[in-house]
């Protein structure tokens, strides 16, 4: 009797040990959420570099590095016990941590700025140090005159390039104005279409326009000087509210990141693109 006790003790527990890991498969896997955005302070300047903080419930949950007052893919950490907690900001300047303001933010597994509704996260700091594109006072003498011209002399100006972004296929590393970024993945070419694919709003972003993400219709929608609507896995694309057919349809990867044709919104917003072929570097150029 004492024997036929332990063999149902020890069917019991498989039985509940057997339940508890098919609930855990039926779990979906939690991931980090990533968030883009821009830094600036209470005034509307933007922050030229520093360290952008994520915590929850205090404890840090992610960190990245930013530049010119903007920043991709800061990865946040979580689990389950997480789920729609607050997430909260700081921003390391010179070595000095500075609270930062944002939009109210709850962390969700996955969450991915731009996508599925999920907001850009920007920060606003009380902060008064360098930004970018602050002017440093020129040192002049008492006879000379800002920008005096000689007689019979004439300058001539080339005007400034204003956004210059180098990807290479095949690999994550990129850059903007030559600040360093890291892409979550990289570009690559749509062997069907023989077409090059890049991240759609880490371009879009650099080059200016702002990038809608419609979820119930799956539609991006890209605004600059022109207005372009692309759906997911759709060749057919809206300029304008003009129709016209791409010959690669936008993808969305298993980071959750969409990806388009490389010239088609690049050149619809006015840059001008060159492919190296010897170290298959693109530079977008506007």
Do not use: H
């Not at 991931?31 to 883009?36: G, I, L």
């Not at 326009?209 to 991006?220: F, H, N, P, S």
């Not at 304008?240 to 388009?260: I, L, Q, W």
């Amino acid at each position: 009797m004492r024997k036929t006790y332990m063999i149902l003790a020890m069917l019991i527990c498989v039985f509940l040990l057997s339940g508890t890991a098919y609930a855990t498969e039926d779990l979906p896997p939690i991931v980090p959420a990533f968030y883009d955005g821009t830094v600036k302070n209470t005034e509307g300047n933007t922050i030229k570099s520093g360290t952008i903080k994520a915590f929850i419930e205090n404890e840090l949950k992610g960190e990245l590095e930013f530049t010119n007052g903007s920043y991709t893919t800061l990865i946040v950490e979580g689990d389950p016990t997480t789920m729609n907690k607050s997430v909260t900001f700081k921003v390391t300047i010179d070595g000095k941590d500075y609270a930062a303001e944002s939009n109210s933010l709850l962390w969700v597994s996955g969450a991915i700025s731009g996508e599925n509704g999920v907001p850009n996260v920007n920060l606003i700091v009380d902060y008064s140090g360098p930004l970018v594109d602050e002017e440093q006072p020129s040192e002049q003498t008492n006879n000379e005159q800002p920008n005096s011209e000689q007689p019979g002399e004439q300058q001539n100006e080339t005007p400034a390039t204003s956004k210059v972004i180098n990807l290479t296929i095949g690999k994550v590393e990129a850059s903007v104005n030559d600040s360093p970024y890291t892409l979550d993945c990289e570009p690559y070419v749509n062997n069907e279409a023989q077409r090059t694919m890049v991240p759609l709003r880490f371009v879009s972003e650099a080059l200016g326009a702002q990038v809608d993400w419609l979820a119930e219709t799956r539609q991006i929608v890209i605004k600059d000087t022109k207005t372009i609507t692309l759906g997911i896995g759709s060749l057919d694309a809206l300029i304008d509210g003009e129709k016209t057919v791409m010959d690669s349809a936008p993808e969305v990867m298993s980071t959750g990141r969409t990806f388009v044709p490389l010239r088609f919104v690049s050149e619809t917003l006015g840059a001008q693109v060159d492919y190296d072929g010897p170290t298959k570097g693109i530079t977008i150029t506007r």
